[in-house]
């Protein structure tokens, strides 16, 4: 396996998507025995969507690709050092080695960083800026984790 190779294909897709895009710079690559299996650039502003990171593009699609959500014999090559949305993604799907090539100082540098969220994410739940306010009690009929129990119990 050539890390170099991958690792350039990563930051040539992210400096494509900021020149000819005018995407964020972002690029991601994941591969399987030393094979490109998907490719996935930063589409925030393109899509208006905020969840279009890189890593994320490129684990959707080698998930599609390789019709399946663990994709733990996979590596991940990213042009950036991954938000915690993307290494949560990462974490999801059990893949085991990622390599970056900026760091996440040098994206607050550029104004691209997450430093911000990974100190919310950090903090107890009463004292981050988005509240998460459970209203379990009022939902105790047709109990989704329940019924997910039970059909599981059958699997085993």
Known sequence: ?????????????????????????????????????????????????????????AIREASHILETSDLSDCELYASGEPCPMCLTAIYLANIKNVYYAYTAEEEEEAGLGTKYFYQQVALPLNERDTKLINLQKNYQDHNPFSLWIELNKAKH
């Open 1 to 57: 396996m050539d890390n170099n190779k991958f690792m350039q294909m990563s930051i040539e897709l992210a400096y494509e998507n900021t020149q000819k895009s005018k995407g964020k710079p972002f690029g991601a690559i994941i591969t399987k025995n030393g094979e490109v299996v998907a490719k996935g650039v930063n589409d925030v502003l393109k899509t208006h969507d905020p969840t279009a990171h890189a890593e994320l593009q």
